[in-house]
């Protein structure tokens, strides 16, 4: 009696169990990432005007309007705009009045105010059309310290207009629309009028361009004119820039091939001409003008030209009285790339000059260097000779008389980590390039693959010779017994602290060490460990991708190989996983046994397969979904995919066993005229339905996901409410049997083989569905390396940001329904089935982390048995460790070590101070009579 | 040299324990308890003397009485385990099945048990195996190989319901390998 309660209450335990708190933030990693910040969009700011120290404000490429704090790099706070990352190409915009405490940001069609130490929104308004411009006015009215500033923002579409909001609540105070016909390009406001300009497409396919001004306080239109932009202008991306909220907004555009420079003030008339002269022979590729942000400060800016090789800048200075722009001085040409940051110092402007090793910084006046620093080392990984190129920067600098006295810099480089610079040295490096990966796997490194294939030599090879190889590995292993013996009190004293020498991957006997490489969008391969956090391995270029391109590219990884496919050819590159090194071969797409191959995939919307045998090869099946159907995904069974027991052992002792087939794959598609979602699982070398199921009334916009491992599948989907049931979200679990009777192997029998074309068995499967209080994104499954262990699902919850692991016992299809469970089930660890999973705080696997967009889960087996490694992207990076049936063959972090041997040393002890007392002791009851 | 010296006199422990002092001369008042047979040849004299009884000395039993009593002796032997059994099946039985060190222990004393007395048949029954009675002794033998077999019985009715013996399908599920699919398919990304 006693001992089934006590197997329940072990299995209850069990399940209940999943982070446990000295391994919470010591087993577990997570990148909080903000994405590659925009040029246009980041600043230092500070958070209230009375606080000194100011944050680094930025809206990054993926849609994140964030504060980071330039102290240690850490995310004060950040806040996702775009819910649904698809949309996130449209420009944004982030702006910060000047002594406010409040940013505002421009996504898409929303205008919202965030308060600027924490990130609370303020307010948020909807411009129904998308967003052109946004702006801050900063107006000299009289009126200083009257509170919030006022945000006016223009928008386009189809009633394109400009709204002033009231920067404390939202409100639109005025609202100016434009007729139809010309295109609305951006808003400039001075302190006295806000310009909006226009583009007006003439009957030649020129675009000109056209001020409107109007007036701040009521929004009518005060004047108009257009520019006299000849024929240079063919589309509005040779238009440079638009100078917002300095003291004298400039327009500045060039021509398609960059030889000449054309710069209005905007309110004036005369459009000043420069020619841009060739250095070196080189096309000017880029032009961008760097100017001051504020309307107090001088009215002077840069102009930066970019060749292939080189570049320089000319400063240019406006002249109020004559209403001109003039070339004060300029900046010699340097080779390389470089960039430059405008930054202000009440009225002074100063021009920050970075270059791939130097750092200068003058003052917009005179073209007296005030400050150059000499960057020997960004701090950053990257492969070997590769010349890192700084993209864009921020800068924050304090001037005492003559010189910089201190400087900050934001730089982004070209390998995708943003940087700061204290001076010249670095202080903290953010990956935001593994913001945006397209895909990853794990790898093992070349160290541990080695010793296997040194292992595996041996079980092969006959008594004598794998004998002399191992005398002889270990030979070769005494030249490192040295190093062994000095690195071996340091490890003694960290193991017996209980400070584990993370980062050792030489000596990862657990393997807990493995490589994890990711394609990031901006056409680079970064590996990380997974074992230590925080540990980028190597970063290398594999593609140069333009700045507009994307790439889906595949990765797979054979042992430590990496094999990158990309592009529509399937062009295979290999990399070594340790270290990054271009392999030059390209290794067998598929080694394993031979026999009957068959090939499937996904095309237009139809599954098909061919064989690819010599024998007979062609077309052997297709999946054509009904009408009015698209196939939603396709979760084929991992090719690695072990599994310790082929049957379920019962209370009783009896044995139910598995339908295990390698050649499974789970089908989902949708319908959208009737709501329905259907789910196949197919055999892949038949194409037979083994089994279907259709649910009508699902939420298609709501996320669908499934997965399918060892013989048991599952897929969630979002049910909308209807009559007989409400809105909620359902998970379904199948498990297939070869038969449902105990000790049944069905059909085969005791077959050792078996083809589906010739038998055709079908699995008896028993399906359950669970209601989940969250919509599930995405499923994983824990992944061992001999499948004994007990595996865990891994659901991604993104409407809470979180990832849960929900124990397989839990969803176990064969839960006993509407009554208790009997002795045998008691035994097996079933428990009476309830329809609703509660999710337990402590199956969360990020705990109080908060993990943001994750889009996919991998899983790769540790060496030792009971640990899964878990690795999650999307926006933010989360890797843990996982034990799902606990780490029982490794001693956890509780294990005291100290007590251990303070316990043996002291039986030591005692034994030799009580022996002689024992033994005269012994001696005495002899000889002595009472 | 040595030889000539005559031995010393023995020490006066030796003397004391070859020789124990004589028994105290016990006054005629007190006759010996009962059943008392003093080895003092004297005093054996003196009670036959003073008492004046007739006990003729017992005859010795004869080989065939020898040989039915050792046989009465064999059978007790032999059906001893026997009488063990309820015992231990109490015994057995309010342990429970679960794998516990009380248990196991126990388990193992049960088969410990017989088996040792199996192995020890020859000597248990040596000192009363005769010429007589040795066909006789077989059956006694068996009687207790058999017993004894009883005794293993229920330890191995206990092993079972501990679940230890490996009569279920489950047990030799470790020895069954997955069928191995005879053409395998592979999904292509597109």
Redesign the interface.
């Known amino acids: 009696m006693r001992l089934p309660l006590f197997a329940a209450v072990c299995i209850l335990l069990r399940t209940a169990v999943a982070v446990f708190a000295d391994e919470a933030w010591n087993v577990d990693y997570h990148y909080a990432l903000l994405g590659e910040p925009q040029e246009e969009t980041t600043f230092f700011h500070q958070p209230n005007p009375t606080s000194k120290a100011s944050l680094i404000y930025t809206l990054s490429k993926r849609g994140f309007v964030g504060a980071v704090n330039p102290r240690d790099g850490s995310v004060v706070w950040r806040q996702l705009l775009s819910p649904n990352l698809t949309s996130s190409t449209s420009q944004g915009f982030l702006r910060a009045g000047e002594g406010q405490d409040t940013i505002v940001s421009g996504y898409g069609s929303q205008v919202a105010a965030w308060s600027a130490a924490d990130g609370r929104l303020a307010w948020t308004v909807d411009m129904h059309g998308p967003l052109k411009d946004v702006e801050i006015l900063e107006l000299s009215d009289g009126k200083i310290g009257s509170g919030a500033k006022d945000v006016v923002a223009l928008s386009g579409g189809g009633s394109p207009a400009v709204q002033r909001l009231d920067g404390a609540s939202g409100a639109v105070k005025w609202q100016h629309k434009f007729q139809e016909g010309d295109e609305v390009y951006q808003l400039s406001a001075s302190t006295t009028e806000v310009f909006a300009i226009l583009l007006h497409k003439t009957v030649l396919g020129y675009i000109k361009i056209r001020v409107l001004s109007l007036d701040p306080v009521n929004g009518r239109k005060t004047s108009e004119y257009t520019l006299s932009s000849e024929n240079e202008l063919a589309s509005a991306d040779t238009i440079i820039s638009v100078g917002a909220n300095s003291a004298s907004p400039i327009v500045a555009w060039t021509d398609a091939a960059h030889s000449v420079l054309k710069i209005n003030i905007i309110g004036t008339k005369t459009v000043s001409s420069y020619n841009i002269e060739k250095q070196g022979g080189q096309t000017v590729e880029n032009i961008r003008i760097h100017a001051p942000y504020h309307t107090t400060s001088l009215s002077h800016f840069l102009v930066h030209y970019q060749t292939a090789t080189s570049h320089w800048a000319d400063i240019y200075h406006i002249n109020f009285a004559r209403s001109i722009t003039q070339i004060a001085y300029s900046l010699p040409n340097i080779s390389g790339k470089g960039s430059f940051s405008t930054s202000t110092s009440d009225a002074n402007v100063y021009f920050t000059r970075i270059t791939q090793d130097e750092l200068i910084t003058v003052s917009s006046a005179s073209h007296g260097v005030l400050g150059r620093w000499t960057i020997d080392n960004l701090g950053v990984v990257s492969a070997p000779h590769e010349a890192i190129v700084p993209t864009h920067t921020v800068s924050e600098l304090s001037v005492k008389g003559d010189s910089v006295s201190a400087i900050r810099t934001a730089v982004l480089l070209s390998t995708g980590d943003w940087v700061l610079l204290r001076d010249s040295k670095p202080v903290w490096a953010r990956p935001e390039a593994l913001a945006d990966i397209t895909s990853a796997t794990f790898a093992t490194p070349s160290v541990l693959e080695d010793f296997q294939h040194k292992l595996d030599v041996e079980t092969h090879s006959n008594f004598v010779g794998a004998y002399l190889h191992r005398v002889k590995r270990h030979l070769e292993e005494l030249k490192h017994f040295p190093s062994y013996m000095s690195s071996m009190p340091q490890r003694f004293i960290s193991g017996f602290l209980g400070t584990t020498d993370e980062g050792a991957m030489a000596s990862d006997s657990f393997g807990f060490h493995k490589v994890i490489v990711c394609a990031t969008g901006n056409g680079r391969l970064v590996a990380l460990d997974a074992g230590s956090a925080n540990r980028i391995l190597w970063s290398r270029t594999a593609v140069d991708l333009g700045s507009s391109e994307t790439w889906q590219p595949g990765l797979s990884s054979r042992a430590d190989v990496i094999v990158l496919e990309q592009g529509s050819g399937k062009s295979q590159q290999t990399f070594n996983a340790t270290n990054g090194d271009p392999l030059p071969g390209i290794p067998d797409t598929h080694d394993l046994q031979a026999g009957p191959r068959v090939q499937y995939t996904l095309r237009d919307g139809v599954l098909e397969a061919t064989r690819t045998d010599k024998a007979n090869a062609g077309s052997v099946w297709h999946f054509t979904p009904m009408d009015g159907e698209r196939i939603l995904h396709l979760v084929p069974r991992p090719s690695n995919d072990p599994v310790a027991s082929i049957g379920k052992v019962l209370g009783d002792r009896r044995v139910l066993y598995k339908y295990l087939d390698s050649n499974l794959a789970l089908l989902a598609t949708a319908n959208d005229a009737s709501k329905s979602a259907q789910f196949y699982v197919l055999d892949t070398i038949t194409g037979s339905i083994l089994h279907s199921s259709a649910h009508s009334g699902v939420d298609l916009q709501a996320p669908i996901s499934s997965i399918l491992s060892e013989n048991w599948f599952a897929y969630s989907y979002t049910a909308e409410a209807s009559d007989a049931s409400t809105k909620g979200h359902h998970l379904v679990v199948g498990e297939m049997f070869e038969s449902l009777v105990p000790n049944d192997r069905g059909v085969l029998d005791a077959a050792t083989n078996f083809s589906t074309v010739q038998s055709g068995t079908e699995p008896f499967t028993l399906v359950q569905t669970y209601q989940t209080p969250e919509a599930i994104s995405k499923m994983a499954v824990t992944q061992t390396r001999q499948g004994i262990t007990s595996r865990q699902l891994l659901a991604v919850l993104s409407d809470v940001e979180a990832i849960v692991g929900i124990p397989y016992s839990a969803l176990d299809p064969r839960r006993p329904v509407d009554r208790a469970p009997t002795k045998d089930e008691q035994m097996e660890g079933l428990f009476q089935y309830a329809p609703v999973i509660e999710f337990d705080p402590k199956w969360f696997l990020n705990h109080q982390r908060e993990v943001l967009g994750i889009e996919n889960v991998l899983t790769s087996p540790a060496l030792i048995e009971s640990t899964s490694i878990v690795f999650a992207y999307g926006l933010d990076i989360f890797g843990t460790r996982l034990s799902p049936s606990f780490s029982f063959d490794i001693l956890g972090k509780d294990f005291n070590k100290f007590q251990m041997l303070a316990t043996v040393a002291a039986l030591a002890v005692l034994t030799f101070v009580v022996a002689p007392l024992v033994m005269r002791k012994q001696v005495n009851t002899r000889w002595q009579f009472t | 040299m040595a030889s000539q010296m005559p031995p010393p006199p023995p020490p006066q422990w030796v003397r004391d324990l070859t020789s124990p002092p004589p028994s105290k001369a016990k006054s005629g008042a007190f006759p010996d308890p009962p059943g008392y047979t003093s080895s003092n040849p004297q005093q054996v004299a003196r009670s036959k003397s003073s008492k004046n009884a007739v006990s003729q000395p017992r005859e010795p039993p004869s080989t065939y009485e020898m040989d039915t009593l050792k046989l009465k002796k064999a059978w007790e032997l032999a059906l001893a385990p026997a009488k063990q059994l309820p015992m231990n099946a109490i015994g057995m039985y309010m342990t429970?099945?679960?794998l516990q060190i009380f248990s196991i222990m126990m388990v193992f004393m049960l088969f410990k048990g017989p088996i040792q007395a199996v192995l020890n048949i020859q000597g248990t029954f040596a000192r009363l195996e005769t010429e007589g009675n040795k066909q006789n002794m077989l059956m006694v033998k068996a009687a207790f190989v058999g017993c004894n077999c009883l005794a293993l019985a229920l330890g191995i009715w206990k092993v079972n319901g501990m679940?230890l013996l490996p009569t279920?399908?489950?047990?030799w599920?470790?020895w069954?390998?997955?069928?191995?699919?005879?053409?395998?398919?592979?999904?292509?990304?597109?």
């Open positions: 429970g099945n679960s679940g279920t399908r489950s047990d599920l470790a069954e390998t997955a069928r191995e699919p005879l053409e395998r398919a592979y999904f292509v990304p597109s």
